[in-house]
């Protein structure tokens, strides 16, 4: 399920909009510019986004970690995948997002949007929810468990938690101890940090300049093409294993020389629908039929 929270923002400046139609046709298309000091076209509708000097990974990403979750943290988009033993089914996909800076809960039952307030104490494993309300939405796909979500939130009174490969799940129980709900909360640390784009499709990439700096807590992606700087949002599917999707991409407005392959970089970008490790420094990213469509090698620190 799609990262419903939050849009991002990007840095004000000279930029190109590349939103949610085809790339290829904004790539080719004509847009209004006007020449700036030195000659070159950009866009009048901007500002400049951040200069190439401040393409750098992060050093602290506040990622949730196996050492968070051995602690008892609860935090961050979890997908309810069972509900008193049953998938969980809705018109979308059900999800419980968690804030404990401010103790809020925000998620879809599969039917209805809910929030309220959680409490949860590490020591005891407890966890409760507060004040919860849904907006009252009808839906007609059969067999929803919306109503036993409600249900569950409403008994639950303990968590337990446990670690499968790079997924982590999060099990609610009821007083008497029984499992009410199962979520799962996929770890997309993999993909933080700074990367070489080092192919595209089947095209080797030898400019050392055409990078991405990928900050998964925060949803953004900045980076440089070989010629403009480029930022964007990145979003995380729960619903599905590795599954991204980058949008709002901008670039800045620069001539190009021919050989550049900025064109075919910024539509793999917008093709991308999953994300995979191969080794410890080496992530693909693949289209929706499988394709692989970059190959990102992470970058000396």
Request: with cysteine; proline share 3%; charged share 25%.
């Amino acid at each position: 399920m799609k990262k419903e929270i939050f849009t991002f923002m990007i840095a004000a400046g000279a930029v190109m909009s590349l939103g949610s139609c085809s790339l290829l046709n904004k790539v080719t298309g004509k847009s209004e510019s006007a020449p700036n000091e030195s000659g070159k076209e950009i866009s009048q509708e901007a500002v400049l986004p951040h200069d190439r000097e401040h393409i750098a990974a992060k050093k602290e990403i506040k990622t949730y970690t196996s050492e968070e979750i051995a602690k008892g943290v609860v935090k961050g988009d979890w997908a309810i995948e069972k509900v008193y033993g049953k998938n969980a089914v809705g018109e979308k996909a059900p999800f419980l997002k968690f804030e404990p800076s401010e103790g809020r809960v925000y998620g879809n039952n599969g039917c209805n949007m809910l929030n309220g307030g959680y409490k949860y104490n590490a020591a005891d494993s407890t966890i409760t929810f507060t004040k919860l309300a849904t907006t009252m939405m009808m839906c007609a796909k059969e067999g929803i468990t919306d109503y036993e979500i409600n249900r569950a939130l409403d008994a639950t009174r303990f968590y337990t938690w446990e670690i499968k490969g790079d997924d982590y799940y999060l099990y609610f129980l009821d007083a008497d101890k029984n499992k009410v709900m199962e979520l799962m909360h996929q770890n997309f640390d993999f993909l933080n940090g700074a990367w070489n784009v080092t192919r595209i499709n089947d095209t080797r990439v030898t400019n050392p300049d055409v990078q991405l700096v990928i900050d998964v807590p925060e949803g953004k992606v900045h980076g440089n093409t070989g010629c403009n700087i480029l930022n964007g949002s990145l979003e995380t599917d729960m619903e599905a294993a590795n599954s991204i999707s980058f949008s709002s991409i901008a670039t800045t407005r620069m001539a190009c020389p021919p050989e550049n392959n900025e064109t075919e970089l910024l539509v793999a970008l917008e093709e991308a629908s999953t994300a995979k490790p191969i080794s410890p420094k080496e992530v693909i990213l693949l289209n929706s039929q499988g394709k692989q469509i970059l190959l990102l090698t992470r970058a000396a620190d």
